[in-house]
């Protein structure tokens, strides 16, 4: 039934909707980029305004370290600091640690469930998918006193332990996805001589190379944004992540207002590597989120 | 003899290939849950022995206004984020299946959830600030008064809720659409040949076909909404006068502030056994795991 | 020497036994098809030939070794999946050398032997393509060159002609005659198409429901099926069955079979029939003439269909309620609706008793 689109007043509604929806979704981002371009003194007269008038990158420059205490609180600084290049490199270790590691982990388990028959299977797949309805608070503080007494906090080990071995949805995801891969392909190889580790490497993994992109896409968009773990972990500033840092440096200006040129400048410079993401990497984003609806 | 020889051997494989996960598993799932409920029964600051106390801390909860008060913050919290977040996200999802394919329409309307709590928390501090945020200049403009938001104890939650639509809607929208895709467009056609109305189709062929996407987005929204707590502790910190003092935030303040590790264990034992329970009596009502499709 | 011996071999799965203690003797050199409906078991039991199940019971030897706990590698077998199962991510030379690779054997002896193989089955110039880029032909013959560059003691093949179109399906056919005429290899062959059966195999087995109903050459089950089942499964089209009676017992075992009223003697295998007992007779399509035979059955049918296909045409036909099929070479302007006299010869028809056992050995013609 192909017709041609009419002009109807209800996909004009609809449009109307949508466009509305897109104005609410991207203008706060715009603005607060403008914001990080606003010199300190302005940010009042200037509040209502689409462009700042006198643009400057004094505000960059601050939460990059360029500048020196004294010029940077005549910027409008409150004296705090954020290091955000040492921040975005500890993300960016963070989160790589933990998608490599757990997703290669969660294949390996997941194959194991799908394919190859041992004793207690069905129970520690239960007991795995189970994990995922622990609220996280839960064992928050067992962890958190676990990382103390082993003497892994503020370091990186004591930041990804948590997370980086194991994630019941990655392996109730890659799980589904091994069983539907064809047996007999696995077959020939076991006929072939291969055992099951080089049926795994050789011939599992190089065919599920979707699927473990989406779950590594989807461990990236959860732990880049992972707050309350590093939080805690992270009380030293050269350990903190993105996320922690920004944090902190909102609430190191007790009093008064947070310098809000620097920390929109943080902001904007926190989503820049999202951007980039989605520029290159959008379809894929969009239909691995879609998926963890889908099941 | 022989059956028994093979699966012993491939026992071994298997548990070689869970080995990592499965120690995961245990020493970060299994082994702190269990422990949470034992630290429960115990008064312990961290720093000295923890003291046995048996059920004293969930009799203090019992009897602690705030942790009443923190669950129903959580609970109103649900209620004023999760039904316009997916009526806004159904929407969405019904008008990108009808208007657009557009990938960079997609993308824009998903940005809000892949950026981080903290991140989305700052910019709308900022949007809302009162005296320099734009969405006071823009209810200034309409003839408005100004408005505290965040910082005036009646709006503060409503506020958070509000951020965290913005969040979300966007993935509500998308797993809406992903949901709508699986719907066979064949219906739609004999539904109109037999002069079904529009409105009619969404009712009684969209939705219904929906179900499961439904209870996916109804169980993980509101036990995650439930947990609320990043918002919070970048904007209100619980504030102003605990009007944001949700459960969580309540729970990390007594473990990692008071140092009451006993009593938060005990509040977080609780909440657990709350989400538990929540969850399979919605998959039950909603018979999560059928679908009519298929 | 392949040969194999299945002795009392059963399969359970769980509580459901699908394989119920069958014995076998295949020898080596042997072209041998394992037939019968779906179902019946016949993927099974080549599946347990090739260790990727686990027999319950029994004892399975390959080459006089009991193959029992021996890996699938190491059985010497080499398997030709319905799927083909080629790996999707490697080339056409890869396929072929993984397995090669896997066991160790030296490069210039995996080139070597890829180079005699894709010379036998055409594949030189498509050794570089990854299976997605063939066609079905194509892949069908990775798949069997997969297999020949093992240089296994035993071939199996699993339904493998059952994803090409016909004309294809011919082809192919052929071509793993000449190959099994070429390598004389030991290979076993499932299918449930009976003439793949018939054109390929030096023996057959007939399975039904996890037994073996008949074991012997094509011809053998041809004439001298052991029953109903066997009798109707072998050719096509399908063997006719009409029902007809016992009416007098001589002596010797020779009856008189009553059937639209004529009676005709039979000489019979079993002491165990009294008079007026039901009997099954059996004829086929090809066996039957358009006028009276002498010492025969003759009686008149009506045409329901007729199917003209130059050379031969079938005649879906009735007598009274029960339907029977005509096979008549040459051309003729037959129609539905037509009434014909048609006669069989004593010597073309079956006899079956009400269980579906047969009643009477037939000797093979001396042609």
């Keep these: 039934m192909i017709l041609i689109k009419k002009i109807t007043p209800a996909r004009c509604v609809a449009w109307l909707v949508l466009i509305t929806m897109l104005v609410v979704t991207l203008f706060p981002l715009l603005f607060v980029a403008k914001t990080s371009f606003v010199p300190a003194g302005e940010l009042y007269t200037t509040s209502t305004q689409l462009l700042p008038d006198n643009p400057t990158l004094s505000n960059y420059k601050k939460i990059f370290g360029l500048l020196s205490t004294e010029e940077s609180i005549a910027a409008g600084g409150s004296g705090a600091n954020i290091n955000i290049t040492t921040s975005m490199i500890n993300s960016v270790i963070f989160t790589g640690i933990i998608v490599i590691v757990q997703t290669f982990n969660c294949a390996l388990a997941a194959y194991a469930f799908a394919r190859i028959p041992f004793y207690g299977s069905k129970l520690l797949f239960g007991a795995f998918v189970a994990s995922m309805m622990i609220p996280s608070v839960v064992t928050l503080i067992p962890n958190f006193v676990l990382m103390r007494d082993l003497g892994l906090l503020n370091s990186m080990l ?138 | 003899m022989s059956f028994m020889s093979r699966k012993l051997k491939s026992s071994l494989f298997g548990y070689l290939f869970i080995f990592p996960a499965l120690i995961g598993f245990l020493l970060f799932y299994a082994w702190p849950a269990g422990r949470a409920v034992g630290i429960s029964f115990t008064d312990w600051n961290l720093l000295s022995e923890p003291y046995y106390v048996g059920l004293d801390n969930y009799v203090e909860m019992l009897e602690d206004d705030q942790f009443w008060n923190g669950l129903k913050l959580s609970a109103y919290y649900v209620l004023l984020n999760i039904p316009l977040q997916i009526m806004l996200g159904l929407f969405l999802a019904v008008a990108m299946d009808r208007l657009t ?151 990390v303040q007594n473990a990692f502030s008071f140092y009451k590790m006993g009593y ?7 909440l657990c056994m709350i989400m538990l329970a929540y969850t399979l009596l919605q998959m039950h009502i909603m018979r999560a795991s059928e679908s009519d499709l298929n | 020497m392949a040969n194999i011996t299945l002795k009392n071999v059963t399969k359970r799965f769980d509580k459901l036994e699908t394989i119920h203690g069958v014995n076998l003797k295949l020898c080596d050199g042997e072209f041998v098809v394992f037939v019968g409906p779906s179902g019946c078991g016949k993927s099974t039991l080549l599946r ?84 997605r880029q063939l066609s079905g032909g194509q892949r069908q013959r990775v798949a069997i060159g997969r297999a020949i560059v ?27 005659a000449q190959l099994h005429a070429k390598l004389k290899t030991t290979m076993i062959y499932v299918t449930h198409d009976q003439v793949e059966a018939m054109t390929l195999a030096d023996k057959i087995v007939v399975l039904r429901a996890g037994h073996i109903e008949q074991v012997g050459s094509p011809m053998d089950l ?146």
């Design chain 1, 158 to 295: 004591g930041m990804v332990a948590p997370f980086f071995l194991m994630h019941g949805f990655a392996v109730f995801f890659l799980r589904q996805f091994f069983i539907s891969l064809p047996k007999d392909i696995e077959e020939a190889a076991q006929l072939d001589g291969a055992n099951s580790f080089m049926i795994f490497f050789k011939i599992a993994l190089p065919l599920s190379w979707a699927p473990l992109m989406t779950v590594a896409t989807l461990t990236t968009i959860n732990m880049w944004n992972e707050f309350l773990w590093p939080f805690l972990i992270a009380t030293d500033d050269s350990m903190k992540t993105l996320p922690v840092a920004l944090q902190s440096f909102k609430s190191q200006t007790p009093q008064g207002q947070p310098d809000w040129g620097g920390l929109m400048a943080a902001t904007v410079i926190a989503t820049i590597p999202t951007i980039i993401m989605l520029f290159f990497f959008g379809r894929r984003i969009v239909e691995s989120v879609q998926f963890t609806g889908g099941k």
């Design chain 2, 101 to 251: 394919k557009s990938l960079f329409v997609k993308a824009a309307i998903l940005l809000p959830y892949l950026l981080s709590n903290v991140l989305v928390a700052l910019v709308w501090l900022w949007m809302l600030d009162p005296i320099l945020g734009i969405v006071n200049s823009l209810v200034a403009f309409f003839g408005l008064a100004p408005q505290a938001y965040l910082g005036d104890p009646d709006q503060a939650l409503v506020s958070v809720a509000a951020i965290n639509i913005w969040r979300h809607m966007g993935l509500c929208a998308m797993l809406f659409l992903a949901g709508l895709q699986t719907i066979p467009k064949y219906l739609y056609e004999s539904a109109s040949l037999e002069g079904v109305t529009e409105f009619q189709m969404f009712r009684k062929i969209t939705l219904p076909l929906l179900r499961p996407v439904m209870v996916f987005v109804l169980v993980t929204s509101v036990t995650g909404s439930f947990q609320i707590f990043d918002t919070i502790a970048v904007t209100t910190a619980g504030g102003p006068l605990d009007s944001t003092r949700v459960i969580v935030y309540y729970i």
């Design chain 2, 264 to 270: 938060a264990s005990a509040m977080s034992v609780t």
């Design chain 3, 48 to 131: 347990l030939i090739a260790g990727l199940e686990e027999i319950t019971e029994g004892v399975i030897e390959i080459a006089d070794k009991n193959m029992n706990n021996v890996a699938p590698a190491n059985r010497g077998v080499a398997m030709v999946f319905q799927s083909y199962a080629l790996y999707p991510h490697m080339s056409v030379r890869e396929n072929m050398s993984f397995g090669m690779e896997m066991r160790g054997e030296s490069k210039e002896n995996i080139h070597t032997r890829i180079t005699k193989a894709s010379h036998i089955l055409q594949l030189d110039e498509l050794l570089d393509r990854k299976p």
């Design chain 3, 150 to 176: 093992r240089e296994p003691d035993v071939f199996l093949f699993d339904e493998p002609l059952s994803n090409l179109d016909a004309e294809l399906r011919v082809d192919m056919r052929i071509q793993i």
């Design chain 3, 222 to 367: 041809y004439h001298n099926p052991n029953n109903a089942f066997v009798a109707g499964f072998i050719g096509s089209p399908k063997m006719n069955f009409l029902p007809a009676l016992i009416s007098d017992i001589e002596a010797d075992n020779l009856v008189m079979v009553a059937f639209n009223g004529q009676k005709i003697p039979f000489k019979i295998q079993s002491d165990k029939l009294s008079i007026g007992d039901p009997v099954t007779l059996g004829f086929r399509p090809e066996h039957i003439h358009l006028a009276k035979q002498e010492d025969g059955f003759h009686f008149d049918i009506t045409v329901d269909v007729a199917e003209h296909l130059g050379g031969i045409s079938y005649l879906y036909s009735q007598v009274e309620d029960n339907k029977v099929i005509i096979e008549i070479s040459g051309e003729n302007l037959l129609a539905s609706g037509d009434v014909l006299s048609v006669g069989i010869k004593q010597s073309d028809c079956y006899l079956f008793d009400q269980a579906g056992k047969t009643l009477i050995d037939r000797a093979l013609p001396n042609r």
